[in-house]
């Protein structure tokens, strides 16, 4: 329908077609009809008023309009444009039908890189590793979805002075036995032990040994790694999240030498206290630490040998990283000191930051009660609830009520998240989330459960005749014809509450629909029943895009 717009604007007026589709608005009201432009650009370049110019072109537009609008008005100056509902019914049906539904060709032929996730061996799955994971996972669909290729990465935490702390700690105090049984639980406890002043110099030893390639320190290390990322791959396998590569940052450990020699041969870093930094102060970026007095490597020097390895491996079209806002100086650093490298794809690198889940009180979302809160725990506490709610609500079987209730759950944590825009805390509130009613998870999935109902009852195939429509009829219509834009915005914006909202907001106005216009034995049953469908296969794409599955019942 935009196209159709654009054209006839552009035959009257002397404006681009890119120019007019950036004016095209939702009016407030559909009695305003379905779509307006403005006319406060054309008033600018004809120098007449809007209020004129709005007039004048309604009555040229209506001389010749094409089929699928049934009229053009106009109102102050605004030019409104009212589609014919029932061409408008039947497009949307067809659209729904094709294969290429919610998808688009915006990224042909390019690829995009994302590092997400990335927690760090020996220490805890924490709860912010837990959005990275959300976010980018849902971030990668979108992407997909707008027609890039789309590689996940995991960049493991695996190197560092931690390493040293973790070492030190398992030498002194390592239990076999605990290791065993829960070895990050283990390994964590073994650093919070050797995080104390007294034994950093020894710590900074144990990791220089371990730089240097030293043979005991070195199978502590992979064996410490190996255990850590089977327990990862459990938390993956719960969360139902898969990665296209797995990376860490003691890969790029030999490629460090080459990244400060080219740093030094293009003049950009400095001796400071025996360490060698590159000085960003006079671009109110602070000083970005690249090597240790002891010589020992940093997190910066890392991301920048990772970030030309991916460039040389994948020629990345866009780098995003989705990690937390406190790391905002961090990337800013790291992009600012590719750029003063010559590496002029430093733009296609984007920070995509994300917020703190609180708790109840408003307070960071980290420890409960003074001790360290595992993701497994809270995965499994929400999967439990979930089970505790369909058992007060319906009887099954225990694989039944074990395969819903642990979909409910990942709904609700992973909507329970994606709902608000990513930059923003959030409040991490599980008995909310867990609701049927209200803005949740799994209203969603009730309300295409509810829909999959509907198609269940069918007996036979109903003919389709589109009869006059209802307004909530049209208001479905016109929601699931919104959704590729949605998603086109989505992208633009590396906005996942975009697509959360919309999904929202077409499940209100299916249930809206619902309540209004009964299907089952109506006059208009056979067309209803592809609206029903068209709402069921819009919201599963929707939901999709969120790394949410849906339930056929609940």
């Known amino acids: 329908m935009k196209e159709f717009i654009v054209k006839l604007i552009a035959k009257e007026t002397n404006l681009k077609p890119k120019e007019i589709e950036n004016l095209i608005e939702l009016p407030p009201s559909d009695k305003l009809g379905d779509y307006a432009i403005p006319c406060f650009i054309l008033s600018e370049k004809l120098k007449k008023s809007p209020l004129i110019i709005a007039e004048d072109l309604a009555k040229k537009l209506r001389k010749n309009l094409p089929k699928e609008i049934s009229n053009v008005d106009f ?53 912010g590793h837990l959005r990275s994971t959300i976010i980018g996972n849902s971030i990668g669909e979108i992407c997909k979805a707008n027609g890039y290729k789309v590689i996940k990465i995991n960049y493991l935490g695996d190197w560092g002075t931690q390493f040293g702390k973790i070492i030190l700690g ?75 590569v797995i990376s860490s940052e003691s890969i790029h450990n030999k490629k460090l030498d080459s990244i400060i020699s080219e740093l030094k041969k293009k003049k950009l870093t400095k001796k400071d206290d025996g360490a060698m930094i590159v000085d960003l102060k006079n671009e109110g970026l602070g000083i970005a630490l690249i090597q240790k007095s002891d010589g020992t490597s940093l997190y910066a020097t890392r991301d920048l040998a990772a970030v030309k390895n991916r460039k040389e491996k994948y020629k990345f079209d866009r780098m995003i990283y989705e990690v937390g806002q406190e790391q905002k100086l961090h990337f800013r650093q790291v992009f600012r000191i590719l750029e003063k ?28 009660k003074g001790k360290t809160i595992f993701m497994e725990e809270i995965l499994n506490e929400v999967i439990e609830k979930a089970k ?166 609940m």
């Open 75 to 127: 109102k102050g100056p605004y030019v409104n444009f009212f589609m014919d509902k029932k061409i408008l019914a039947e497009d949307v049906l067809t659209k729904v039908k094709k294969k290429d539904f919610g998808k688009n060709n915006l990224g042909k032929k390019k690829v995009i890189c994302i590092d997400m996730s990335s927690p760090n061996i020996a220490k805890p799955f924490g709860i």
């Open 170 to 244: 398992f030498k002194k105090w390592g239990n076999e036995k605990k290791l065993m049984k829960n070895p990050v639980a283990h390994l964590y406890e073994l650093y919070v032990k050797a995080n104390d002043k007294k034994f950093d110099a020894a710590s900074r030893d144990e990791f220089k040994k371990l730089e240097n390639g030293d043979t005991e320190n070195l199978k502590l290390w992979k064996r410490f790694r190996e255990l850590s990322l089977k327990k990862f791959e459990e938390i993956y396998n719960l969360l139902e999240v898969k990665f296209d």
């Open 341 to 368: 490298m010559g590496h002029a794809w430093s733009k296609d690198c984007v920070h995509v930051a994300h917020g703190l889940y609180l708790d109840s009180d408003g307070k960071k979302f980290a420890t409960r």
């Open 388 to 553: 505790k709610n369909l058992s007060e609500r319906e009887d099954l079987s225990k694989k039944e009520l074990v395969k819903r209730a642990k979909k409910i759950a990942l709904a609700a944590i992973y909507y329970g998240d994606l709902k608000n825009s990513r930059e923003n805390n959030m409040i991490f509130d599980v008995d909310k989330f867990l609701s049927f009613e209200g803005d949740t998870g799994p209203y969603l999935l009730y309300s295409y459960a509810r829909a999959s109902s509907i198609i269940r009852k069918v007996k036979s195939k109903k003919t389709v005749k589109i009869v006059d429509l209802k307004n909530t009829e049209i208001k479905l219509l016109k929601k699931v014809n919104s959704f590729e834009e949605v998603i086109t915005n989505a992208y633009k914006q590396l906005a996942p509450n975009l697509i959360a909202n919309y999904s929202f907001e077409l499940s209100q106005i299916f249930n809206e629909f619902y309540h209004d216009c009964p299907v089952l034995g109506s006059i208009e049953e056979g067309f209803r029943l592809k609206l029903v469908d068209a709402f069921r296969t819009t919201l599963k794409k929707s939901l999709d895009l969120l790394g949410i599955d849906v339930l056929e019942e």
